[in-house]
């Protein structure tokens, strides 16, 4: 019987009674085991005459053991020679916390130099001396570099694992960072546009990463929680990149002084990327020793390394559901990034001077956001209701977007300090909520995959809705521009309602009952299992 339980640490060393089935192809189980005509066993493990057990190792996610079953502890199958992990043990990392908040935290870093420019996008376009929309490309360009370079990446992540993938992504990061540095000066606008491709080239790396750890190194009872703190940080960086960078870099003439405002946020944020790069060097495994729960055990059985990559994409384009996913969460997160870029140049058109309040209802947007990303984790590992709280907090997001637009030109902050606050709970709140869908939708494929092509298509609406609301901003002001995204979203709640909620990730999960008298059964079989081997041979 399968040993789950997510609260259960990992040890340092494999449990002893599992050695010594392996160690001994002698040792047998208990007269009294009886298994399911469906479950195989590996061939060095004795079995009761009686029962009939195929030779080989069955992986398949239908297969598992019957509620009655009385094995040794732990034990599902043993695990074929080509799978380095013991996926006949369920446990969690001690080290998934700090694995996630390191994520989290370079994630931050990258996500801050993606919004720092646009978040005083009219101070930089005096510094360099160039139009509004160069500055909103460097936003932009996070956006473009993405869809060319999801597919490599994607299969990069399948090929080398996480590891590889977090050191690539830091780096780069950390590269990106230090290149602005040499962009000080007004004519030296290529400069920073390099700086900024090179963390955009990084950002790849990294947003389709949450719901990869979350199912690599965390409990059943845990991955939607642990999928919102990665996302977490993402907003996080949005939201100090909304809020540091008007403190920093006052909006003066003296172009002198403005450089060297400047040079001081390029510095900070070299450092950070830097100290982060060196965390994960120390900090990022690749998986941890045991799966951390059922269905990622079977997920590692059924992995295939002949497995084809184009196959896999063109079955997540057959799965309806998925299809309809990708197309409610691009139009949701587009719209996110779209008012994150234009934020500045909204506000500024209705309250001159105000920049840093700018940065201050952006900030608002993203922190509440956060809350609702952690809210709506807690929630789905509580009640696993995916397709209900994304169509909620879909409605709620246009209800929110319908009201900032039509309070924005009051005249009064502190309208739209709370109508865009209650927006961003629901706005951003919904993004991890669409990556942990995706993984319940698509399971077993890759979560890497299913999320990069969420992101493709945030990328491809984001640039879409920026340069199209940019346009009716500068054309007919801030109100029909909003009006634009509220169309849009109401597009997406309507195909939200048409997904179904085919959750195989966690039909895979409760292969294994996991209520109280099922605890208590395994409990009882634990103690018969762990009477001494001589008590075997004596029967036999």
Not at 364 to 389: P, R
Not at 394 to 408: H, S
Request: aromatic residues 10%.
């Amino acid at each position: 019987m399968v040993n789950e339980d997510p609260n259960q640490q990992e040890s340092d060393g494999t449990p002893a009674q599992e050695s010594a089935v392996r160690s001994d192809p002698s040792v047998s189980t208990h007269p009294s085991v009886s298994a399911h005509p469906s479950v195989s066993a590996h061939p060095s493990v004795s079995i009761h005459p009686s029962v009939s057990i195929h030779p080989s190792v069955s992986a398949y996610p239908s297969s598992s053991a019957h509620p009655s079953t009385s094995a040794q502890p732990g034990v599902l199958a043993h695990p074929s020679s080509s799978c380095p992990e013991d996926l006949s043990v369920i446990k969690v990392s001690k080290r998934r916390w700090a694995v996630v908040l390191v994520f989290s935290c370079y994630s931050m870093c990258n996500a801050f130099q993606w919004i720092q420019y646009g978040s005083i996008n009219n101070i930089f376009m005096n510094f360099y001396g160039v139009s509004a929309f160069a500055i909103d490309w460097l936003s932009m360009c996070y956006m473009l570099t993405y869809i060319p370079l999801l597919l490599p990446v994607a299969w990069l992540l399948e090929k080398f694992g996480l590891r590889t993938i977090a050191l690539t992504g830091s780096v780069l990061n950390c590269l990106g960072a230090w290149v602005k540095l040499g962009s000080l000066k007004p004519h030296l606008f290529p400069v920073t546009v390099l700086g900024q491709v090179i963390c955009s080239v990084a950002q790849v790396f990294i947003l389709g990463m949450p719901s990869r750890i979350a199912s690599v190194w965390f409990g059943a009872n845990e991955v939607s929680t642990a999928c919102s703190i990665a996302v977490f940080g993402n907003q996080l960086g949005i939201a100090i990149g909304f809020l540091v960078p008007p403190i920093l870099v006052p909006n003066i003439q003296d172009r002198d002084k403005l450089a060297y405002h400047i040079s001081i946020m390029f510095y900070i944020i070299g450092g950070v990327a830097t100290l982060l790069f060196i965390l994960v060097i120390i900090v990022f495994k690749e998986k941890p020793k045991h799966p951390p729960s059922r269905a990622q055990s079977l997920s590692y059985a059924l992995a295939s390394p002949d497995a084809s990559y184009l196959n896999s994409i063109v079955r997540l384009f057959k799965n309806l559901n998925f299809v309809l996913l990708v197309i409610t969460y691009g139009l949701n997160a587009g719209a996110f990034y779209a008012l994150s870029t234009l934020l500045n140049r909204m506000v500024i058109l209705h309250y001159p001077g105000e920049e840093v309040n700018a940065g201050r209802i952006g900030l608002t947007i993203v922190i509440a956001g956060m809350l609702g990303a952690v809210i709506s984790g807690i929630w789905l590992d509580k009640t696993k209701t995916y397709k209900e709280t994304t169509l909620v907090v879909y409605i709620m997001t246009l209800v929110g977007m319908v009201v900032y637009t039509l309070t924005l030109n009051l005249g009064h902050l502190w309208v739209v300090f709370i109508t865009a606050g209650t927006m961003g709970f629901f706005m951003t709140g919904y993004l991890p909520l669409g990556f942990e869908f995706a993984v319940e939708l698509t399971y077993p494929e890759s979560e890497g995959m299913s999320s990069g092509l969420l992101n493709v298509s945030a990328q491809v609406f984001g640039i879409i809705f920026t340069i199209s609301q940019g346009q009716i901003i500068d054309n007919f002001g801030a109100m029909p521009g909003n009006i634009f995204l509220c169309v849009f979203l109401t597009l997406g709640v309507v195909l939200t309602a048409f997904i179904k909620a085919d959750l195989r990730r966690q039909k895979a999960n409760k292969e294994t009952p996991d209520n109280k008298l099922q605890e208590e059964e395994e409990e009882e079989e634990s103690h018969t299992s762990k009477a001494p081997s001589a008590l075997s041979e004596e029967h036999f």
